[in-house]
């Protein structure tokens, strides 16, 4: 077996399709090389040797005589040897999975240099500057990541940075480039001492030893609880591991000609077709991507270095007419020459995503088909987030202005720490994480905060990297910014932000805010627009909403739903009157008294219905049938209890009796769903009297109509033939009463399929039901035994344990609750062979459940208003997924 | 098709084999007639007539021309005719399903009697009074039965009754049969004014008309209230309907040389192999069954009237010689001349049950698998009931004596009224139903009470009947007592016993005691234990029990059974010293904190296992890890917090604090079963630890032991993995330490299989688990998505409904949970073909349940210790009935 593959001098060993043996970088840097594309040459060590160490706990046998033999090639290749003291070749080694995990793993740089061959290269380039802050960097970065220097210290001491800092402020140094010579040789020797303090060890000073303790490291920082934390955020498996990739080293900081960069092909935030990037002269890549300093934008560098610009582009075009698509690559020049360190997929906002894949489609560069599935459907939240009120946008107080990190508008309390965001989060309070710069440690309190704004760095500095991958509001690079992590606050414009004040950003423009303000609505457009006409064209799932009002009805069909496949009318019996009205039924002492109750509440109800109808204009209307227990609609505290009392001509204890009698141990599996009509048959019956004369008076007005009564935690196939009965005889009253025919008004009665008994009796269930529409959030709380209001307190730990790979609330559980769901379809089908078959929990919106949706067959899934065009591209996919399935794969 | 058989004068067109048709009465009517024995003949109306009528709304068309026909037989056989003036033929009509109803549907007797033929009979018996006492009582059953009067009158009034005391009251009588021809000639006509009064028509006085108004009001009362709610309680299926029978009268009441009686050919409490029943000279059978008149023992008739005792002998032994079973029969002695009216298995105690079946198999009556399938499983319960302790009886205070209708002992409340059993018990007080004499309309409260106690009535009187069938503790015909409805007392040897007062019955001795008894408990012996030992040779599955205690194992090891299938922790937590170490590892702050106060429960709980294991001495005992949400632990009230605080040193704050933390919305759904010992890995160290720690204590002295260590709750394999991880960890640990073999201690872990989730995918729970023991109580909460605690506000409108033909927490819902049961084994034998399959859910000591167990083929139920013996007879049966259905059929 081979672990070593070589790249470089316009040749490789492996190519761009050797993604999970090579990782991302390494595959297309021997892609590059096949290419002709300057790359410094190098040597990929598989994947397969990390999946040999975390089985076998060493490394594979003939991997030494490997390298050996790999790093012979590249002493032909540069014309320099690994470990000479003059002309000494230099490595870098670097991580590299199948699946890009920006900032996740550990890097080192310049391996090789000793203080022999210090004394070489400084002979060799006459700068000596350039080479002790090589071997700074290098001692700095070995001792961090290989020597694992912090984790031997107590409390955030980086004595690293402490010396870098004192030795600035003897000599009245401001920023890092102004250090001589003597400061960094000073600096060297200082760093050396701290690890012989600390380690009781010497920095090695043979270079296959640190070359070897670099792997070793690299290989390591595949299972950093950070590392771990990440891949468990975007659903990364543990299996596939990282490759190693060891280069030769390339210098942007040997002079004033050399420099370093990185760059889109096209512009990451907006998707616009222009070339776009940033650069720092006289700096090492890790400059421009840590965000220390902030760089130059990547075109002034056609007047600074036009040649280099010039070959740039070609890289570009070369690049992008190979991959046909944007590509994100990391440049190198070393005076005056160009090289490119990697290429890789451009992470790109869902605005850009959805841009980039339309006009690739447009050009002929890629299908229609293809453009639909190079757009995350997760992306697109970003595009139906609101933006803010153009108005109140203009009127608000500006604070200063940073980078467009990654776009939206986001409002919160002001928070400084990680830990802080997510604790604030969690209490429910939105927040905005304000940091001077952000490092990989900070992940999670990036994902909980609303929005993300840093003083340093980039357009590709971590936040703004990390953020636009979350889909979340970040503004960068906002300089003018004085943050005291004690005090708790920012000054800004001479205006003073304490921790727990608001502010607002907009990510589109880089736009800092004081105050909240009022955002507006997204819609569809453009780009936008056509790429999910295109999903439409592609998809068999259709789409419906859930909806309980004629405003989120209204939304959702401007987003393209098809029906609506969700209609809760509790939610219909909160309000004014209508909440009176509800208790009262509640507090009645027998069916005389809630019958009245119900009348008052009939025409509440049936006008409800008319508006909805109105708005979904033919389109069908599923309506679910009262479904929570009756304790909910009265008040729970003493006080409340009175004032109920007291309005309604009832004793308090009269009320608080109710409130106990109705109290249950476990409200969840109690008096609720059909339980409640079944037990209380006039409610059904003026549900469905409201439905149907509503049907009718909207027809009348020529409208089309099609209900579609659902009847809710069906477990038994008697219960839905009972509640049935009662529909049918209601309705051929209302028939009988309007002198309507049932082609008039073509009705549909069917279950939400929720309690696990449902799924295994399915199919007699199917003989009395004409459709199911899957209750995903119960079947999973019934199914896997999880209270949804309870669960918090296990379930992130059942996740962190890898008990379920994702919450279940979120992502369809497919081998247990989706088992279920299949043997429902099948049983329901072998009942009744054209059944209707939807989902209407909140999986209806989530890409991965919509894809199971779409394998087991369901006719629709119905989501959120503002998740409908999420919904139709993942049914798109989806479609096209199960395609090149059947075609033998892509 | 016919619907019409006719019986008698030796021959018939049916017989006994033909129950489902004829009901059984009819079979047995026929059958007897075939048989010689002397029957009045008749014909029976078959129960598809029935079941026609439930489909069509009428009677089938040749139904009337039948019975023309059927009457004109038996003008031939008897000589008499139907309708006739001189010497009529008088008919009963009376309901007979295939499955014994006692006392549920109506019977009208003496039809064809009208003004006319009344003279008639008078002329040709010169007895007016007995004539006159017929048509009485003919008019009176009539409306009731037909004309339903009754249900005309406001209030609880019965004008027929009324009059007779009236009358009764008038002349200064006392007792009916002191009532002279006069006297009832006066009765018959205020009867018949009656009906004129209320119901506006006559009393028919058409000899058909009453025919087929009594044929037509005994199909009515198939579909009574009472009738349908009994068949529900003895899961009798609504279809199977009645059959009718018409016969012709003979006459209990025809002169003192007259007589009517009951007699079963054993004793029906005892089961002795002695002739046993009761007679009334002059009196109809009603006056029997009843209980208004309290008869006379059988044996006495041997005296009164040899050779009516010697051919009743005869008869007793011809039945039990063809039926092989103890039979229940009806005689009448019509001037010296006897008749069998029907005859039936009879209904027996449980201890009779099982003395018969024992006695008939070991005279070769009947085969040992016979014996064993003769004695219904429940019935055993009675025999498990616990008795007085001796001592304690013998120095209570004596309140009374009646008749030992029925065995036990019972303690309780005195409620006069079934409605207010019924609450109480609900309220869950128990308590004695006391009632001059029970009606049909009281099974409710005779259901819910502990005891029943009349003073009217005898050993085959209403309530002596349906208690013994319920197997409840019943003392009737107590004369002595004097009950005051209205001031809800009763009178005892001077003593006044008001409502509420507790008192006692021996249904075995028929002695009824002031004040509460303490019990012994029962124990297995004599015929008891050769049925069961019998029982042990047919079946299959083994019978194991749930057990927390070292006295509850004794117990069950008693009862036969084969290992502890359940033995629950958390029960082991609550006491002394222990609730106090347990609230503090709750109340801990972190796991060092829990470790300490774990390290408090470790003895103690090796203790309890400790004698377990010695109890149980070498059978398997499996032990279920920590369940409960830890908030059951803790008080929920502020003054217990207060107490746990100040005795802990805890501000009470805290503990309200914690309590809050830890409140669940829904419990059953929460931080529970395995997910405790997940995020609370300690607490499963500790538990394990103790058992293997115990286990290999109780190894040192000589026992053996086989502990099976049971995870609760899981849903997921992964779950059943991490925990079987640790627990091999702490095992290895605990046998270095011990230096232990595991070949010494041979251990097992398995998991409760009861989350809807685990059953579809145990195939891969399998994997890590070496057993599955059903826990059907939460198997059916989550399955069918009812809250235990709350389930009882619908489930019994549900079973009303016939929603669930049973509770599914009582007996095993088969089409849904069990469904799940039999996808959980099928899975689970295919990943692991050994795989160890039990049941220990409360369904484990219900007969249904256990059959169907059987039939999915587990390796053992568990039950309480109580119902080991009922779970190895259940067993048995379902062994035999499967051998049965492979042999085809009995």
Chains 1, 2 share one sequence.
Not at 21 to 37: F, H, W
Not at 484 to 495: L, M, P, S, W
Request: glycine share 10%; aromatic share 6%.
């Amino acid at each position: 077996m081979k672990y070593l593959y070589l790249f470089g001098d316009g040749k490789a060993d492996g190519d761009g399709s050797m993604r999970s043996l090579l990782g991302g970088k390494g595959a297309n840097l021997a892609e590059m090389s096949r290419l002709g594309i300057p790359v410094p040459p190098g040597f990929t060590i598989s994947t397969a040797v990390c999946q040999y160490i975390s089985q076998q706990g060493e490394y594979p046998s003939g991997l030494k005589d490997e390298v050996e033999e790999g790093l012979e090639r590249l002493h032909q290749i540069t014309g320099q040897r690994f470990g000479a003291i003059d002309n000494p070749l230099l490595l870098s080694v670097r991580s590299g999975a199948a699946v890009s995990m920006p900032g996740m793993m550990d890097t080192v740089l310049n391996l090789g240099l000793t203080d022999r061959s210090v004394e070489g290269l400084i002979a060799q380039t006459g700068n000596p500057r350039f080479v002790y802050d090589i071997y700074r960097r290098l001692i700095q970065m070995y001792g961090d990541v290989v020597l694992k220097l912090k984790e031997h210290l107590s409390g955030d001491r980086d004595p690293f940075e402490e010396i870098i800092a004192q030795i600035k402020a003897q000599n009245g140094i401001k920023i890092d480039s102004d250090l001589t010579a003597a400061n960094l040789k000073a600096i060297v020797n200082r760093f050396k001492k701290v690890i012989t303090e600390h380690l009781h060890r010497e920095f090695p000073q043979n270079p296959m030893e640190q070359l070897w303790g670099a792997i070793d490291a690299v290989f390591a920082s595949w299972n950093t609880e950070r590392a771990r934390k990440y891949r468990q955020l975007h659903h990364i498996e543990e299996k596939i591991g990282t490759a190693v990739n060891v280069q030769a080293m390339v210098f942007g900081n040997m002079d004033e000609r050399s420099g370093t960069g990185v760059a889109f092909t096209r512009d990451p935030s907006t998707g616009e077709n222009s070339f776009y990037g940033e650069y720092l002269f006289n700096a090492q890549g890790e400059d421009v991507v840590a965000g220390i300093r902030t760089p130059h934008p990547l075109k002034t560098l056609a007047k600074v270095m036009p040649h280099i610009y010039e070959e740039l582009l070609a890289v570009r075009e070369k690049l992008e007419e190979h991959y046909n698509d944007m590509q994100d690559l990391e440049f190198t020049i070393q005076q005056d020459k160009l090289y490119i360190l990697q290429t890789r997929v451009g992470e790109r906002t869902g605005t850009a995503a959805v841009r980039i894949a339309v006009e690739m489609a447009d050009s002929g560069k890629i299908s229609r088909r293809e453009a639909v599935r190079r757009v995350s459907p997760d992306q697109l939240n970003q595009l139906l987030h609101p933006t803010f009120a153009p108005a109140a946008e203009k009127e608000a107080i500006l604070l200063g202005r940073g980078l467009p990190a990654s776009p939206g508008a986001a409002t919160g309390k002001v928070v400084f720490s990680a830990k802080r965001a997510e604790r604030a989060t969690a209490d429910g309070e939105p927040v905005i994480l304000v940091r001077i710069e952000t490092s990989p440690e900070d992940i999670g309190g990036m994902d909980a905060a609303a929005g993300i704004l840093t003083v340093r760095g980039g357009m590709t500095s971590h936040a703004a990297v990390v953020a636009r991958g979350m889909g979340k509001c970040c503004v960068s690079g906002a300089g003018d910014l004085l943050i005291d992590y004690d005090k708790r606050e920012f000054v800004a414009k001479g205006i003073r932000v304490k921790e727990g004040e608001m502010i607002s950003l907009n990510g589109s423009t880089g736009a800092i805010y004081q105050g909240a303000i009022p955002t507006i609505e997204p819609h569809l457009s453009g780009d936008f627009k056509r790429l999910l006409d295109w999903a439409d064209q592609f998809r068999r799932l259709a789409v419906r909403t859930n909806a309980d009002t004629p405003h989120d009805a209204a939304v959702a069909i401007n987003f393209g739903a098809e029906g609506i496949g969700l209609c809760r009318t509790e939610h219909m019996f909160f309000t004014g009157e209508r909440i009176v009205a509800m208790r009262e039924m509640i507090l009645a002492d027998d069916e005389a008294g809630r019958r009245r109750a119900l009348t008052k509440l009939l025409p509440m109800q049936r006008g409800d219905f008319e508006e909805i109808f109105t708005v979904m204009d033919g389109l069908p209307v599923t309506i679910r049938l009262l479904d929570p227990p009756l304790h909910e609609f009265l008040p729970h505290d003493s006080a409340g209890q009175e004032k109920v009392a007291t309005a309604m001509g009832f004793s308090a204890e009269e009320v608080r009796n109710k409130v106990a009698a109705l109290h249950e141990a476990n409200p969840m599996l109690g008096h609720r769903g059909c339980r409640l009509g079944l037990t209380y048959r006039e409610i059904n019956e003026m549900q469905i009297r409201a439905i149907i004369e509503a049907a009718i008076n909207v027809k009348r007005r020529g409208i089309m109509v099609q209900p579609e009564i659902m009847v809710p935690l069906v477990g038994h196939w008697r219960e839905m033939e009972l509640v049935r009965e009662v529909a049918e005889q209601v309705i051929a009253e209302v028939f009988a009463e309007q002198k309507v025919t049932s082609e008039e008004i073509p009705y549909m009665i069917g279950t939400m399929l929720e309690v696990p008994r449902a799924a295994v009796t399915a199919d007699t269930i199917a003989e009395q039901a004409e459709f199911f529409s899957f209750g995903t959030n119960d079947l999973t709380q019934m199914g896997c035994g999880f209270s949804r209001d309870d669960a918090g307190k296990f379930l992130s730990e059942y996740i962190a344990m890898g008990i379920y790979e994702q919450d279940p609330f979120q992502v369809i559980d497919r081998d247990g609750i989706g088992r279920l769901m299949e043997m429902a379809c099948d049983l329901g089908r072998k009942a009744r062979p054209r059944i209707k078959l939807g989902l209407c929990g909140e999986h209806g919106g989530d890409a991965a459940s919509i894809h199971f949706c779409h394998q087991i067959g369901l006719d629709y899934v119905s989501c959120s208003p503002y998740r409908v065009p999420i919904a139709r591209l993942a049914a798109a996919q989806a479609a096209l997924d199960e395609n090149d399935t059947a075609a033998g794969g892509r």
